[in-house]
């Protein structure tokens, strides 16, 4: 059974940082393109970051380029999500999931985790 674990979320405030953790579970981790998205209140999902770990891609949505950085930990089959200079707006929930697919993208996903929340305080 696939399983994602996001942790990590919390309040913050606004310059400040915090670390995203995905853990998973349940699948062959090299084989799968991780992504981190995130829901806004009142708004529709986006895509954040995203990482295949076997082909060392990555990707960041222009917004977050500069500030976040995504890496992986083979050996624990957890991707992180390094979040610097948070700002109010990236104030979400934020998901991790999983994706049988070459590279990696921020499309449509099959598995999700559940989300953990991020509050920035300005």
């Known amino acids: 059974e696939v399983q994602l674990q996001a942790y990590g979320g919390g309040l913050v405030q606004a310059g400040g940082s915090l670390r995203l953790s995905c853990a998973a579970s349940?699948?062959?981790?090299?084989?799968?393109?991780i992504g981190w998205f995130r829901q806004a209140p009142g708004k529709e999902r986006e895509g954040v970051s995203c990482?295949?770990?076997?082909?060392?891609?990555?990707h960041y949505v222009d917004s977050v380029k500069g500030r976040f950085t995504i890496n992986s930990d083979n050996a624990k089959n957890t991707v992180y999500l390094q979040m610097n200079s948070l700002k109010p707006e990236d104030t979400a929930v934020y998901y991790c999931a999983a994706d049988r697919s070459p590279g990696c993208h921020l499309g449509k996903y099959d598995y999700w985790g559940q989300g953990t929340l991020v509050t920035v305080s300005s």
């Open positions: 349940g699948f062959t981790f090299d084989d799968y393109a």
């Open positions: 990482i295949h770990s076997s082909d060392g891609i990555l």
